[in-house]
T-cell receptor
Framework: NAGVTQTPKFRILKIGQSMTLQCTQD?????MYWYRQDPGMGLKLIYY???????DKGEVPNGYNVSRSTTEDFPLRLELAAPSQTSVYFC???????????????FGPGTRLTVL | KQEVTQIPAALSVPEGENLVLNCSFT??????LQWFRQDPGKGLTSLLL?????REQTSGRLNASLDKSSGRSTLYIAASQPGDSATYLC???????????FGKGTKLSVKP
């Protein structure tokens, strides 16, 4: 299993540009998450999804959008990038179901985004 | 509002020393607590998860304890090794569907 993969690894955007951060997991997890981590800070939840077609806002959703059309993919869209969105973005997944609940979240390697 | 604090922010110890990392949280009504490890430029790796009904969890040289009433958790690392050098993050979950609230982490350096 590749686990959770994220692309790209690095990206520089100009103010006002848009982009999509890709996230894919091959563990058949139903839950997926997007976090951002600013320098010297803990992670903050942007959006999460409990299954295909279902998404919900986290702590810091402004300026972002998500969709979940398949179990495997959970892309994060940045519209009109701003310098305040300079951060490292992590995608994560976990499994919760009748057969056993696991709260352990598995993280991707991150995307380092700079907005200039 | 739940806040998670980790002290110290950084710690440097010689190899072989036993050490304790601290995590405190302001709202004792948590669902569970997790400790993660983060290596530079990498994602997070889950180390230990303690459910609210549990007092501790162990994995190899790691032992995490939870005292909900006092809003504290500790991560004990025995016989530290240079490979343990990383940032250790603590996170709490309020409910079964709640967000994970993270602390800022403790950066650990183990000197050979």
């Amino acid at each position: 299993n590749a686990g959770v993969t994220q692309t790209p690894k690095f990206r520089i955007l100009k103010i006002g540009q848009s982009m999509t951060l890709q996230c894919t997991q091959d563990m058949n997890h139903n839950y997926m998450y997007w976090y951002r981590q600013d320098p010297g800070m803990g992670l903050k939840l942007i959006y999460y999804s409990v299954g295909a077609g279902i998404t919900d806002k986290g702590e810091v959703p402004n300026g972002y959008n998500v969709s979940r059309s398949t179990t495997e993919d959970f892309p994060l869209r940045l519209e009109l990038a701003a310098p305040s969105q300079t951060s490292v973005y992590f995608c994560a997944s976990s499994y919760s179901g009748a057969g056993g609940y696991s709260d352990t979240q598995y993280f991707g390697p991150g995307t380092r985004l700079t907005v200039l | 509002k739940q806040e998670v604090t980790q002290i110290p922010a950084a710690l440097s110890v010689p190899e072989g020393e036993n050490l304790v990392l601290n995590c405190s949280f302001t709202d004792s009504a948590i669902y569970n607590l997790q400790w993660f490890r983060q290596d530079p430029g990498k994602g997070l790796t889950s180390l230990l998860l303690i459910q609210s009904s549990q007092r501790e969890q162990t994995s190899g040289r790691l032992n995490a304890s939870l005292d909900k009433s006092s809003g504290r958790s500790t991560l004990y690392i025995a016989a530290s090794q240079p490979g343990d050098s990383a940032t250790y993050l603590c996170a709490v979950r309020k409910g079964s569907q709640g967000n994970l609230i993270f602390g800022k982490g403790t950066k650990l350096s183990v000197k050979p």
